[in-house]
């Protein structure tokens, strides 16, 4: 089946950095989803993509969908301590606007 | 408006107990879903429903494992008898995925119920 993955599975920076990571599939998606989730909480939406090509930023937050439509990037500029958390991406499968396919999860943690 | 509320947000129990999740969606939303996390598997969908209706159980790991949903503002996750090895977090979602334009497909998160079966 459709799978999605995250790379790099963890990450540690020094605040004040900025961040990249990404989302592969083998398979084309119509819409990706980057969410971020703080520990003990649920995954929260923090950027949705809609269309090949689109750069939609939120904030330090700027994620790409990108052309092929197999990927999609989620970048975050001048890091702070709050930005620790895991960052998933997510898009629904074929035709299928309800369930979502999940990747494994960035974990982001930022270096005292 | 309220998020999706889940309760109990932790629970403790032994082996051979039966175990009740309880989830509220968001009001007006007609898909409801229930997902696992561990560390070891990442998130996982177990069932979702459609306006109160199953409609893909697949992902529930075992018949110990149930799930309802008497109406559109509530649902539980059953466990019944619970092992150590569903010790995870179990988290319920629910989206307006019916409606029409951008946005259908966001899910909206609880904070999750932590379970650990002794």
Redesign the interface.
């Known amino acids: 089946g459709q799978q999605l993955n995250q790379s790099p599975q963890s990450m540690f920076i020094q605040e004040g950095e900025d961040v990249s990571m990404n989302c592969t599939s083998s398979s084309i998606f119509n819409t990706w989803l980057w969410y971020k989730q703080d520990p003990g909480e649920g995954p929260v939406l923090l950027i949705a993509l809609y269309k090949a090509g689109e750069l939609t930023s939120n904030g330090r937050l700027t994620a790409q969908f990108g052309i092929t439509r197999k990927d999609s990037f989620l970048n975050i500029s001048a890091s702070i301590p709050s930005d620790v958390g895991i960052y998933f991406c997510a898009g629904p499968p074929g035709d299928s606007n309800y369930q979502l396919i999940w990747g494994a999860g960035t974990k982001l943690i930022i270096k005292p | 408006d309220a998020g999706?509320i889940q309760s109990p947000r932790h629970e403790v129990t032994e082996m051979g107990q039966e175990v009740t999740l309880r989830c509220k969606p968001i009001s007006g939303h007609d898909?409801l879903f229930w997902y696992r996390q561990t560390m070891m598997r990442?998130?996982e969908?177990l069932i979702?429903f459609?306006n109160n209706v199953p409609i893909?159980d697949s992902g529930m790991p075992e018949d110990r494992f149930s799930a309802k949903m008497p109406n559109a503002s509530f649902s539980t996750l059953k466990i019944q008898p619970s092992e150590p090895r569903d010790s995870a977090v179990y988290?319920c979602?629910s989206?307006a995925?019916s409606g029409r334009g951008?946005?259908?497909?966001?899910?909206?998160?609880?904070?999750?119920t932590r379970l650990l079966v002794l």
């Open positions: 999706v898909y990442g998130l969908l979702y459609n893909d988290f979602a989206s995925a951008k946005g259908k497909e966001t899910q909206y998160f609880g904070p999750g």
